[in-house]
């Protein structure tokens, strides 16, 4: 039977998109098996959809200080060791590294240990790791066009998103009618966005009460208690979630996404077919959420807002408008769709099938 090893955690944007390439590798039965931490996002979904999780003791060198920085390569070796001796007792025929912390030192084990190496970067602008191992790597996928600098040979395939998402009718057949209450998500993704959850409420306020959207607001677990005594303040009714499991459904249900700009949510509202406005996370290595942003921004299926001059009357206004014009509304998610690549994790199940077989 042929064997693959994923390495990939952290967070939902990492682990989602892994989750919908292990499942089409396992229609095409083969044994997966998963690399990880137990700090990780990982350590719930990977068991939770039926994989084994091996884990190492790997976390990120930034924002550690000068010490992390003298600590780390002691950090990095006994990583990459711990790394080796899982890939020594599973055997994998391909090592597959979507991101997340497990990635670097296993990806560089599994080119030590001459193990076909695959990797695949979900962001406009690669990490660290991912520049490191794309010049190891057996194959360089991208989320995105035009990621890596010249001399690396890479495929642009787009970011894997599942199925269920893939499948949904089309926009113009999902779009509510003007008579009928806007539908607005509000995803904070998987660690939730403290911004979002104070905002939000706060320009829902600014609208007359007739004129509210329907609203789900997914705001992450740590954040749900303040992100209800948000709205319970500003005295606006929503449907308040730490997490959603069928993001299908929720894309399905929604006219409007107010959102992260992470290249799964990216993907996934393009491969959805829905408007959006997009509010890049500030904080983010090399600011590499506003540049994900672009494809859909530059598209006019999204509407860019910064993190940093996120303002409740200028997102009040902007749904008062959009509500006024679904066509317009309508335009945008025909747009989103319209830029979306399908199929890849498929296409990148089929890759590993061909580096098995050399």
Aim: aromatic share 6%; net charge negative; hydrophobic share 45%.
């Amino acid at each position: 039977m042929t064997r693959v090893l994923i390495m990939a955690g952290g967070t939902g944007g990492h682990v989602f998109p892994a989750l919908a390439v292990a499942d089409k590798l396992r229609q095409k039965d083969v044994e997966i098996s998963w690399m990880g931490t137990a700090q990780g996002i990982e350590a719930k979904l990977v068991p939770d959809a039926g994989y084994t999780l091996s884990e190492i003791h790997v976390k990120g060198l930034r924002g550690n200080g000068a010490l992390g920085w003298v600590l780390a390569p002691f950090k990095v070796i006994k990583a990459v060791s711990e790394a080796r001796a899982i890939i020594k007792e599973l055997k994998p025929d391909v090592v597959m590294g979507l991101g997340g912390f497990a990635s670097g030192p296993g990806g560089f084990a599994a080119w030590l240990m001459r193990k076909p190496l695959i990797i695949h970067e979900q962001n406009a602008i690669p990490g660290l790791t991912n520049r490191l191992l794309a010049k190891l790597a057996d194959k360089v996928l991208t989320g995105f066009p035009n990621t890596f600098s010249k001399g690396i040979e890479e495929e642009w395939v787009g970011n894997p998103v599942r199925q269920a998402i893939e499948d949904l009718s089309p926009p113009e057949e999902r779009q509510s009618s003007l008579s009928s209450q806007l539908k607005v998500l509000v995803l904070g993704g998987s660690l939730g966005a403290r911004s979002l959850n104070q905002t939000i409420p706060a320009a829902l306020a600014k609208l007359p009460v007739g004129a509210r959207p329907q609203l789900v607001h997914q705001c992450g677990q740590k954040h749900i208690d303040d992100c209800e005594q948000s709205y319970e303040m500003a005295d606006v009714k929503a449907n308040i979630v730490a997490f959603i499991e069928d993001m299908a459904g929720a894309y399905e249900w929604a006219d409007l996404v107010i959102c992260r700009a992470g290249a799964l949510t990216i993907a996934e509202v393009s491969a959805a077919g829905v408007a959006s406005i997009l509010v890049p996370y500030p904080y983010a290595v090399d600011d590499h959420q506003t540049y994900n942003a672009e494809i859909l921004v530059d598209a006019e299926a999204a509407i860019l807002m910064p993190d940093a001059s996120l303002d409740a009357d200028e997102i009040a206004r902007t749904i008062e408008k959009l509500d006024l014009d679904r066509d317009g509304l309508l335009n945008m998610a025909i747009a989103a769709r319209s830029v979306a690549k399908t199929g890849t994790a498929e296409y990148i199940a089929n890759l590993c099938m061909e580096l098995t077989h050399g």
